[in-house]
């Protein structure tokens, strides 16, 4: 009996539940020194002087960092170098680190922070993504052009990065089309808010960086690190302890290099976590990002050609992953339906104001939601049935995505219908007080192709463990994922499959836990590894039963020949045999994404340049709204979404419902507001609502199995899209219930009420 | 000043300012980290602790206030015993459990709540839960855990 596709309990589940397991929030060293940053108080200024003098001589201050002390250059995933650790002669944004400082206590730190002079010229702030990118405006980055990039991008001045999609003969096709309809649609900034800040703990021994951090992507650290501190990568050493919640907040360094130069400084392990202001104001939200729109239709609704403009805010610097999924912004703008033609411009602007970063579904939910509202009105004006606008255009199995690359195994229409059976489609009826509305959206979303590495080893006992530096993000993919699939490989129960600890030192390369892709990745990895140490396995024990490896099997923690139930090796002594005949059974994996062709001539400054492993998904939402509050209530919400396999059901569920509700906050009111200074006003929860146990809709789930063939076992990813289609299912809910577009986010109550009284006016 | 309580059954005598946070005491005298620090504002619920029984936002709640008091964190339950209380054992056959930076103040939460209420509705554990915040389940997984702990409730596992 295989564990893949059962409801096994997380490994880690009982220390969670019993309070036991070590958080990174939760780690210390003993004799550890307390860290504290000094961060920029205006977005943007010539730093004059900086002062440490006076605070190097406070008490229990025992060393302090600036910007001498972080040579590198670096960005994230490398693929645009325009960030310093440290502000050197201009601050950029409200939060960018001055200096940072170790001492035996927090308040001795504190107070010793108050004691560093700073003298800045002012300098005009730049706030506004548009005003960033018109003609004359002040450079935010004068020495743009001499910054390396990983791939040559489009750039200019304040244009930090652009990627461009040019397909089709969209031109022709505008001037023979039957309507034109053209809309613009503006986003908020959203925070993961993680109820565990970023924290680290670094030490530095035999000449290396060991740092203990709660990272998605502890390899991604490392190199970070590395960079700006201009030490060697492998000098860094990263371990993960147990994750408080990421959701794409934590692939990036954030305290990690502080504590390393500090822990160098001093030669005492260093401690820093942020209190939970500076987690909000300084750690890399979802870009807020306009959506511009022009779509060309024939008289039936068929989409002729699009051209979309995104401008998306990448904030002072590129160390979020903006840049890095520009083109993810349009290659889902023409995923999900028949784009024949089309030009789509994803550009990202530097601004005076904290840069923005991952955050599941990275470029995508907002342009999600701009394309569906945009098909609304493509629907108002042809007079033709929402849904059967999308059903018309949906891109069927064998269909082209806008890049040129053939979905073989697109399941859009299968999702759409099993929502449809779940929820046949019918407008509610509104009643006095009570204003009803629906929507239904297909989507087609990637699963992240990056690499792993493993390693799979038989112990003395019989059991198995993995030697992975996957991080467990909280999905389960580790704790239950990848376990389940190496147990079924070896016939072994999910309790004797172990994973090690994520270390850079032990561990392969891993690309990290983002974009659904640990089950996916690491677990091809192990899966490979696993079939090698099962031939090792089966090689030994073919010895002792005297029969062929081919009439072999793995059952149950025992090697039995076919056929034969009473010839049978416990695993244990197929273990020890090997030991002094080939020597241990250890075998290594390794898995890279096949390459997807695609029509390559069509991209410019795209680092996705496709969808991996693309899953296929239909979300209904049906709203409630109060048209004297203006009040949104979600009553109703149906998922349907290919998982390729699911190795465990319940683990899926979770991610679905999870990813839901995190998109109910962005649409209704999750807003991470700027304010007129460039700083970040919602620094707290008390503001910066999120949603709680009442808001969250009751949704029904159809899990799709459409299997991929280079998946393990046919998954494919399954724990990020399902955020990704929530903002646009609502928010053409609430159009459709108050008879009038919604061209913003968040949908709160006064902006509910506006649009009402907007078309009450009208 | 000096402030006497119990701890998971435990006598304790804490000497420091009346208005330190219980959570502080909890996490950096007691040695006591199932209660997390989360947002400092009472707002997470991730540090809740029950206080003679009631769920109270540790980060929050002074440690004068604890004076005399019965002080119960996650750590204490289940008491001297290996076995899961049937809360802790719910969320994770429900799979209510994610990071899990919120379950210690969950756990606290729905054991007060089935304390008070053997047989609690859906809405009424909404209820409780609005002061503990999940950033990853959507909820659904611990409100099914509850109630199916509560259908446990009286009966000996």
């Known amino acids: 009996m295989t564990v893949v596709g059962t409801n096994v309990r997380r490994a880690d589940g009982a220390d969670k539940v019993r309070g036991t397991a070590i958080y990174g929030m939760d780690y210390t060293e003993p004799g550890h020194l307390t860290a504290k940053v000094l961060r920029s108080t205006v977005p943007a200024a010539r730093i004059v002087e900086l002062d440490t003098s006076k605070a190097e001589s406070m008490p229990g201050v025992r060393a302090i960092a600036t910007a001498a002390d972080a040579p590198g250059l670096s960005g994230m995933f490398f693929v645009l170098k325009d960030q310093s650790l440290f502000a050197r002669d201009v601050i950029r944004y409200v939060g960018e680190p001055l200096a940072a400082i170790a001492a035996d206590t927090a308040e001795q730190a504190d107070a010793a922070l108050a004691a560093i002079d700073v003298v800045l010229d002012p300098l005009e702030p730049v706030l506004d993504v548009e005003l960033s990118l018109a003609e004359g405006t002040r450079l935010i980055h004068p020495e743009w052009e001499s910054y390396e990039t990983a791939v040559p991008g489009p750039r200019d001045g304040n244009l930090a990065w652009e990627a461009r999609i040019d397909r089709g003969d969209a031109d022709a096709a505008f001037a023979d089309a039957h309507l034109i309809v053209e809309d613009e649609f503006r986003t908020q900034r959203q925070h993961q808010t993680s109820i565990e800040p970023h924290a680290a703990v670094a030490r530095y021994e035999h000449g290396r960086y060991v740092v203990h951090t709660p990272t998605q992507f502890p390899f991604n650290v490392r190199g970070r690190v590395a960079e700006l501190l201009g030490a060697r990568t492998s000098d860094v050493r990263v371990i993960v302890p147990t994750i408080g919640g990421g959701f794409g907040g934590k692939l990036d360094m954030m305290l990690e290099p502080f504590a390393c130069i500090l822990a160098r400084k001093t030669g005492k392990p260093v401690r820093i976590v942020n209190t939970r202001s500076e987690e909000q104001a300084t750690c890399g939200p979802r870009e807020n990002a306009i959506v511009r729109l022009r779509t060309a239709v024939a008289a039936d609704g068929t989409i002729l050609a699009q051209e979309g403009r995104i401008i998306a805010d990448n904030g002072a610097n590129s160390s979020g992953e903006t840049i890095a999924c520009s083109n993810v912004a349009s290659l889902v703008l023409g995923g999900t339906y028949r784009i024949p033609n089309a030009r789509y411009v994803s550009q990202v602007a530097y601004t005076n104001t904290p840069p923005t970063a991952a955050f599941r579904g990275v470029n995508a939910p907002y342009c999600v939601y701009a394309q569906e509202m945009h098909f609304d009105h493509i629907a108002r004006e042809l007079d033709i049935d929402r849904r059967e606008l999308r059903m018309r255009n949906l891109i069927r199995a064998g269909d082209e995505m806008v890049n040129g690359q053939v979905l073989e195994d697109a399941f859009l229409e299968e999702a759409m219908t099993t929502v449809e059976r779940m929820r046949p489609w019918a407008r509610p009826k509104s009643e006095k007080g009570t204003l009803r509305g629906i929507a239904v959206v297909p989507l087609t979303w990637i699963t992240n192709p990056g690499p792993s590495g493993a390693s799979v080893k038989m112990e003395e006992d019989g059991t198995a463990t993995i030697t992975c530096a996957a991080a467990e993000i909280g999905t389960g993919a580790v704790a239950t994922g990848i376990r389940q699939i190496v147990a079924d490989q070896l016939g072994l129960r999910f309790d004797d499959v172990q994973v090690s600890t994520a270390d850079t030192d032990t561990g392969g390369y891993d690309h990290g836990a983002q974009g659904s892709r640990t089950t996916f990745g690491m677990g091809n990895a192990a899966q490979d590894a696993a079939l090698k140490v099962r031939d090792q396995i089966l090689d030994v024990a073919a010895g002792m039963l005297e029969a062929s490896t081919t009439d072999l099997e793995l059952v149950d923690g025992s090697v039995r020949v076919l056929g034969a139930p009473d010839k049978q090796l416990p695993l244990p002594a197929v273990v020890a045999t090997a030991m002094f005949s080939q020597g241990p059974i250890v075998a290594s994996g390794a898995f890279a994404a096949p390459p997807i062709p695609f029509d390559s001539g069509c991209m410019a400054g795209a680092l996705f340049t496709s969808f991996t492993a693309a899953t296929y998904h239909a979300h209904l939402a049906e709203v409630e709204v109060d048209p004297d509050t203006g009040k949104v209530t979600v009553s109703r919400y149906v998922v349907a979404q290919d998982v390729g396999r699911a190795i465990n059901p319940q683990m899926i569920e979770g991610q679905i419902q999870g990813g839901v509700v995190q998109g109910v906050g962005y649409t209704l009111f999750e807003n991470l507001r700027i304010g007129e200074n460039g700083d970040v006003l919602d620094t707290g929860l008390e503001t910066y609502r999120l949603p709680t146990a009442n808001d969250a809709p009751p949704i029904d789930i159809a899990v799709l199995e459409n299997p991929c063939p280079y998946g393990p076992l046919g998954a494919k990813g399954a724990a990020e899209p399902s955020i990704v289609p929530v903002a646009a299912v609502i928010a053409c809910a609430v159009a459709d219930a108050i008879d009038a577009p919604l061209k913003e986010l968040p949908l709160t109550p006064f902006a509910v009420l506006r649009a009402l009284n907007d078309k009450r006016a009208g | ?157």
């Open chain 2, 1 to 157: 000043m000096s402030y006497s309580f119990t701890v998971n059954e435990q006598s304790v005598e804490i000497e420091s300012a009346g208005l330190t946070s219980l959570l502080s005491v909890l996490r950096d005298e007691l040695g006591l980290l199932g209660a997390k620090l989360g947002c400092g504002e009472g707002r997470c619920g991730a540090c809740t602790v029950l206080v003679d029984g009631a769920p109270a936002a540790a980060c929050l709640y002074p440690v004068a206030n604890a004076d005399g008091s019965d002080v119960l964190t996650v750590e204490g339950l289940p008491q001297g015993s290996e076995q899961l209380t049937p809360v802790q054992d719910a969320l994770l056959a429900h799979g209510g459990v994610q990071c899990g930076a919120c379950i210690p103040g969950v756990v606290m939460t729905l054991t007060a709540l089935l304390e008070q209420h053997a047989h609690p509705k859906d809405s009424d554990v909404r209820s409780a839960l609005t002061g503990n915040i999940c950033r990853c389940t959507g909820y659904q997984k611990i409100v099914d855990a509850a109630l199916a702990a509560a259908e446990t409730n009286g009966d000996p596992r």
